[in-house]
């Protein structure tokens, strides 16, 4: 599937979500950038499906940071990951987005920035295009 494709992947249950979601981010000063705390609601059944990752990027689609998920959260949703620091201005505007293992992105975003906060927002349709291959990666999955 493509790491964009808004197409739903057959569950197995009467849940129709095949994307993680953003449903909050917090940012906070962390030396000369800022650190992000990002509320995640996945359908992770364990490691063949699974959020493996959220990541920041700035308004031309470039990767400011990646907080790799390294385990499943099956039982822990929504779920908060901090990661960071990422070197942003305070007045910076940046997307915040999630990644699932198995269908790629196609979930809820954030954009937003320090000073003026984070909403959830419409992600503009093939923007970011290739960084699903972009390091850092996940090196595997414990549970």
């Known amino acids: 599937m493509s790491e964009n494709s808004n197409n739903p992947i057959d569950l197995g249950d009467e849940t129709s979500q095949a994307f993680a979601d953003v449903v909050n981010v917090e940012a906070r000063v962390s030396g000369t950038g800022y650190s992000f705390t990002v509320t995640l609601s996945s359908p992770d059944t364990g490691c063949e499906q699974y959020a493996d990752w959220w990541e ?3 308004t031309d689609g470039s990767l400011i940071y990646r907080r790799i998920l390294a385990h499943s959260h099956v039982n822990e949703q929504p779920f908060a990951r901090s990661g960071g620091p990422a070197n ?8 915040v987005r999630a990644h699932m293992n198995n269908s790629g992105y196609g979930g809820k975003a954030y954009f937003g920035s320090f000073n003026d906060g984070f909403e959830e927002n419409d992600f503009p349709e093939n923007f970011g295009e290739g960084l699903a291959s972009q390091a ?3 090196s595997g999955c414990a549970f």
């Open 88 to 95: 942003i201005a305070a007045e910076q505007e940046v997307w």
């Open 56 to 58: 920041v990027l700035d």
């Open 136 to 138: 850092p990666l996940p």
